[in-house]
């Protein structure tokens, strides 16, 4: 049976018959929740703190009977423990890995996730592989351990970021924080999205972001792209990229995206130029067709926080691949992450207190 809650309604300012369990980690915001109760003073809270690097936690199912709301990552009950729950708020931006809870699967119990908490530090790894990469950083660090001052070639093919183009697949939180970050140093911003944005209001984003951050009002790009088939996204690739950022969601239709046809097309209009960035998810693209695209010659380099597999196991071929700059997932760590997540909770509580939509909600048929 369908479960139905919804989240919008009168306004209740004291969230009065409200619980919020709070399944976390790093809860780095001291007196963050007593200032929630003296904001709402009837809204009941738990907190259940998670250990460094646990994911999920065992909670009393007992407990799971009056909650209302839950923050956490994976912690979830069977939708009969908790028949009033009416809104989930995850720690994380994606939401590939609850897709296929009973909890959202069947039922209409609201969904929200933290999108917008990693846009300030994914952003900055993207720009600053992509720059490291040009300035040819990791081979001086090398020479820096060998203790060996050599420029190498390097005075003659460094290039900097200005007049180039960066291509920005998935224009969410990350994408529209990478493309102000882009546009400080130079850089022209090409925008893909699955729907079409052709006014200025369909441009808009209206999910959390920090203050100041981002591209709520989507100024940014100079072109923008869209479609879900392979020939729009083709349209997009072939645009003349010198960056590709992979910043889509990973659902069904994401599943190796990007392969041999599309490393192609970016060959075809920028023959070995373009420098591939994925922060989204490894299966977006096809591992063997990228490790070919590098080898060949067909794009310029690569930087992953993401790989497929993951973790990337010893002796893979990434490791040694031509031109590829590995990280261990680690492009949306911050000391601030925990403050927005906190943020985005506290916002969403207003809303909900107020009798608003929430944001940052989960369309069930997008997957995100």
């Known amino acids: 049976m369908l479960i139905k809650q919804v989240t919008t309604g009168p306004p209740n300012k004291t969230l009065k018959g409200h619980k919020l369990a709070v399944i976390m980690p790093l809860i780095s915001e001291p007196g963050f929740f007593d200032d929630l109760k003296s904001e709402f003073p009837d809204l009941e809270i738990v907190v259940h703190k998670l250990a460094w690097g646990q994911s999920a936690a065992p909670f009393p199912e007992s407990e799971w009977a ?13 939708p009969e423990e908790a028949p009033k729950l009416q809104y989930v708020q995850l720690l994380s931006a994606g939401a590939n890995h609850i897709l296929d ?27 600053s592989t992509y720059l490291a990469f040009e300035h040819h950083i990791p081979d001086f660090l090398d020479r820096q351990k060998e203790a060996r001052w050599d420029r190498g070639e390097s005075l003659s093919n460094i290039e900097d970021a200005v007049s180039k183009t960066v291509g920005i697949l998935g224009y969410g939180s990350i994408g529209r924080q990478t493309a102000r970050v882009a546009t400080a140093i130079g850089m022209k911003v090409h925008a893909y999205t699955l729907h079409p944005r052709p006014t200025p209001e369909s441009r808009r984003d209206d999910s959390w972001t920090p ?48 392969a041999a046809p599309e490393f192609k097309v970016l060959a075809d209009a920028k023959p070995g130029r373009t420098f591939l960035s994925n922060i989204a998810r490894g299966p977006v693209v096809e591992t063997d067709d990228l490790i070919e695209a590098l080898e060949t010659g067909l794009i310029r380099g690569a930087a992953l926080d993401v790989t497929d597999p993951e973790p990337l196991p010893d002796g893979h071929k990434l490791w040694t691949a031509k031109n590829v700059i590995v990280t261990p997932h680690v492009s949306g760590a911050s000391t601030s992450y925990s403050k927005r997540v906190l943020a985005i ?24």
Request: with cysteine; aromatic share 8%.
């Open 66 to 78: 009056d909650v209302t709301i839950i923050l956490t990552f994976n912690t979830l009950p069977k």
């Open 101 to 127: 809870n009973p909890l959202f699967k069947d039922t209409d119990i609201t969904f929200c996730t933290a999108n917008g908490v990693h846009g300030p530090q994914i952003s900055e790894w993207i720009i």
């Open 211 to 258: 203050a100041g951050l981002g591209d709520p009002n989507g100024i940014f790009p100079t072109k923008w792209f869209s479609g879900g088939s392979k020939e729009d996204l083709h349209k997009f690739l072939g645009s003349g990229l010198d960056l590709l950022v992979v910043a889509t969601p990973l659902t069904n239709n994401t599943q190796h995206l990007l």
């Open 345 to 368: 909770l506290e916002y969403n509580l207003k809303r909900l207190s107020e009798g608003q939509e929430l944001t940052n909600k989960i369309n069930r048929k997008e997957g995100y």
